[in-house]
């Protein structure tokens, strides 16, 4: 229960600073900042208590990565999707329910630009908090934070920069991408979240 209260904190700052910053009047070219720091704190106050995932492909990459129990799975992920969910119905409030023009995404380049970005990014996470190499070390929320700051930059023009299924439900109740395009993010979410522990298991084949 308290890994879940927390999981519900991250996820739902995570999405409410998003919705925040992009939602018209937003935060403009700092966006990908704010909500890289912000990500970074809840990373931090967080991880001891319950691995600060805050997105369901992270959870999977766990999972597969063997640093998950099977009965944590679901509940994380549900707790992840509500808190989006709450979190955008709350940017809404705050900023008065707008209207905001949902992003032209096309789907071939943003399902390659989502599935590459959140395989970074489970890969990284894996990486500085799994890895017997990196075990007590003091940058892995820096490391997290910015790679999605990375992203949100490199490729939030093609795909919306979500790397996460419960940020994409989320901006698509806050009306940032159309319902339409939420195959898109669950298939390439999944995808990067399944890869990136296959990956690391091939580098770390001695662990």
């Known amino acids: 229960m308290k890994k879940c209260f927390?999981?519900?904190i991250g996820t739902f700052f995570l999405v409410f600073t998003i919705g925040n910053v992009v939602v018209v009047p937003g935060?403009?070219?700092?966006?990908?900042l704010a909500i890289g720091a912000v990500l970074t704190a809840m990373i931090y106050a967080g991880a001891h208590i319950s691995g600060a995932h805050y997105n369901p492909a992270v959870t999977?990459?766990?999972?597969?990565?063997?640093?998950?129990?099977?009965?944590?799975?679901?509940p994380y992920m549900v707790t992840q999707v509500v808190a989006g969910v709450l979190a955008a119905l709350a940017v809404m409030l705050v900023?008065?329910?707008?209207?905001?023009?949902p992003m032209e995404i096309s789907p071939l380049p943003a399902l390659i630009a989502e599935t590459l970005f959140t395989?970074?990014?489970?890969?990284?996470?894996?990486?500085?908090?799994?890895?017997?190499?990196?075990?007590g070390n003091s940058y892995y929320g820096i490391a997290i934070g910015l790679t999605v700051m990375g992203g949100a930059y490199a490729v939030g023009s093609i795909s919306g920069g979500a790397f996460n299924p419960a940020v994409a439900v989320g901006m698509i109740i806050m009306g940032i991408v159309d319902p339409s395009s939420i195959w898109i993010y669950l298939c390439a979410n999944s995808i990067g979240g399944f890869f990136a522990p296959a990956i690391y298991k091939l580098i770390h084949s001695d662990e």
Do not use: H, N, Y
């Open 6 to 8: 927390v999981e519900f």
């Open 27 to 32: 935060a403009g070219l700092f966006a990908p």
């Open 60 to 74: 999977m990459a766990f999972w597969f990565r063997g640093k998950m129990k099977s009965g944590d799975v679901f």
């Open 95 to 101: 900023k008065g329910a707008p209207e905001t023009l």
């Open 119 to 135: 395989f970074a990014l489970c890969l990284v996470i894996l990486e500085v908090s799994t890895s017997k190499a990196t075990q």
